[in-house]
């Protein structure tokens, strides 16, 4: 019965010192030394975290800023075409009336073109009938003298 009393005595001992390998002497300065070195790890997370909010703000900032440019960019060319688009049916109506003011003096001349060639027909006509009627009063004549 001695042999249980002395593994008694020596798991103890055992597990003690497995215990003590495992935590050591000091677990005080060894909770110290984690909660400087996670303290210190914090902190550059925390510096790292400020960094990009600032550098997240500037993208922020320049996107704002680039955006506002193009839609003013947008603004701008919608301006110029809106002035285009008027300048264009300006001249457009400008060159309606135009062509508008020439058809009529076009169509004119056409009807004054057919008067003066039905004219020219009745005076070729006209002429026609005298130099016939001439030449049946020379005939008659003739035969009469």
């Known amino acids: 019965m001695s042999l249980p009393t002395d593994e ?3 798991k103890p001992s055992l597990w003690s010192q497995a215990l003590k390998a495992v935590k050591g ?5 060894l ?7 996670m ?3 914090a902190e550059g997370l925390c510096e790292d975290q400020a ?8 993208l922020i900032r320049e996107a704002d800023d680039q955006r ?3 839609e003013q960019d947008y603004q701008d060319a919608l301006r110029q075409m809106e002035e285009g688009q008027k300048a264009i049916n300006q001249r457009l109506d400008e060159l309606s009336r135009r062509i508008a003011a020439l058809e009529k003096p076009a ?4 009807k004054a073109g057919l008067a003066l ?3 020219l027909i009745g005076r070729v006509t006209l002429l026609a009938g005298i130099v016939c009627g001439s030449w049946v009063i020379v005939t008659l004549l003739k035969l009469f003298v």
């Open 107 to 110: 169509a004119k001349p056409k």
């Open 25 to 29: 002497d000091s677990t005080t300065e």
């Open 39 to 41: 303290t210190l790890v």
């Open 117 to 119: 060639s039905n004219d």
């Open 68 to 70: 506002a440019k193009h």
């Open 8 to 10: 008694k005595t020596a």
């Open 31 to 37: 909770v110290e030394q984690f909660t400087q070195e």
């Open 51 to 58: 960094r990009l909010r600032k550098a997240m703000d500037g």
